[in-house]
């Protein structure tokens, strides 16, 4: 059972650069994909999920056999695996005791897996996709949050670009973050 309201019936969304669509992952099939994106230096720094699949797969296990608040997912661009996403009810992660939660914030976690699909603005233009896809498919979300690394300058930058604010800098426990919001614009008067 998901708190997301259905998340993996969302269907595709049309974007500038494809089709993009998130499926939940599926165990053992998708493992050995996303364990070698977590051994990938460049996601490992951030993502500290490097070393054998078991240790991606305790990682995912922990989501899948969970209560439903956070739903694991590749994201497929024109059908083909290119990143991996965590939506999340941040309302009810760990995270709210770090920051002003409000009830149905909607929190996301992503990586671009292949090297070709990093440095290109895929990032911006996926989570801008996604985060308008979350607010009109939760109509009780009126915010999507992000914590990226304060230090990940690059994904900082593509949630600022897909129309985040960087609200805060957080201390959270494995690292310090730079809160990001995505509000519902306000309907036109």
């Known amino acids: ?42 996601i490992a720094a951030f993502w500290e999920l490097a070393g054998p699949p078991d240790v991606t797969e305790r990682h995912l296990r922990a989501q899948l056999d969970g209560d439903g608040r956070s739903v694991p997912c590749l994201g497929l661009l024109d059908g083909a695996p290119m990143s991996y996403w965590e939506v999340y009810r941040a309302d009810l992660d760990p995270l709210a005791r770090h920051y002003p939660a409000r009830p149905h914030d909607t929190g996301v976690h992503l990586l671009l897996g292949p090297a070709e699909s990093r440095g290109r603005g895929l990032g911006a233009v996926l989570l801008a996709a996604l985060a308008e896809r979350i607010l009109w498919r939760r109509p009780c979300c009126e915010r999507v949050v992000a914590e990226p690394d304060v230090r990940n300058r690059r994904s900082v930058r593509a949630f600022e670009r897909a129309g985040f604010r960087s609200d805060a800098e957080l201390d959270l426990p494995d690292k310090r973050a730079a809160l990001m919001i995505r509000a519902r614009l306000p309907l036109p008067a």
Request: zero cysteines; a negative charge.
């Open 1 to 42: 059972m998901s708190m997301l309201d259905d998340l993996p019936g969302w269907g595709a969304i049309p974007t500038p650069v494809g089709e993009f669509r998130l499926r939940p992952v599926r165990l053992p099939a998708d493992l050995d994909l996303l364990a070698g994106w977590m051994n990938d230096p460049e």
